[in-house]
């Protein structure tokens, strides 16, 4: 399993078919998904700006990923919209596509906030470092996730993280080393983690050092080799 929250739902759920067969589960391995650090670098945050054609002055929120429901972009927009009203400065990123394209627009533009928030659509992978790089703050509202790759690359970028805890982000998002977590589905404490991390001085090379030292495709190959020799070994 890529975290140790699908590892115990898988478990459980095996647990109950093993003991109804009266067998016994066997050992599961956890294994997270890895980030190309080669790819995913740290650049100056103004030159990603302006290579992207950004307002250099501005400060940016960044989700990059699908517009699907699962993606709680909902509640980022709510957020965003109470941020708006102290933060003249910031807007939003939305990088990718999807079904609630619409939905989301529709909802920017009730809440007034249409014209501080970019659908950039869908990207050339090659061209993801640079929006990693040129957000402030790396945004996931998801409603459920695995473990989600694109939180290891935003921070291979040094951008720091807020995220809502379900499934594996709590794995990789460590509280105020990395970033926020946000615990419910109230706009407002996703704005207040938000405002946390956009006044936090954050050391970009030591968040790409922590993601480096847990997930990089060295630290992820050395473990599946392990694995396959205790699996070896076993059989």
């Not at 890529?2 to 109950?16: F, G, N, P």
């Not at 990603?48 to 940016?60: M, P, Q, S, V």
């Amino acid at each position: 399993a890529v975290s140790s929250d699908l590892a115990e739902r898988a478990m459980k759920l095996m647990d109950a078919e093993k003991r109804r067969r009266g067998e016994t589960v066997k050992k599961v391995w956890v294994i997270p998904n890895g980030v190309d650090l080669n790819k995913f670098r740290v650049m100056a945050r103004q030159e990603a700006k302006r290579k992207l054609g950004l307002d250099e002055g501005k400060r940016y929120l960044l989700y990059v990923g699908r517009l699907v429901a699962v993606k709680g972009l909902d509640l980022l927009l709510d957020a965003f919209a109470q941020l708006t009203q102290k933060w003249r400065d910031v807007e939003l990123l939305l990088v990718g596509d999807g079904t609630e394209r619409g939905a989301l627009k529709h909802q920017a533009t009730a809440l007034g906030i249409r014209d501080k928030v970019h659908f950039v659509g869908a990207q050339p992978h090659e061209r993801i470092v640079l929006w990693m790089n040129a957000g402030d703050v790396f945004c996931l509202p998801s409603h459920k996730e695995g473990l989600p790759t694109v939180l290891l690359e935003a921070l291979a970028c040094g951008t720091p993280i807020v995220a809502t805890s379900v499934g594996g982000i709590p794995e990789i998002v460590a509280e105020g080393q990395v970033g926020r977590l946000v615990r419910s589905r109230d706009p407002k404490e996703m704005a207040a983690c938000i405002e946390e991390v956009l006044e936090t001085r954050w050391d970009r090379q030591r968040l790409r050092d922590y993601v480096a030292e847990r997930f990089s495709f060295d630290v992820v190959t050395r473990k599946l080799l392990e694995m396959y020799g205790s699996v070896m070994r076993e059989s």
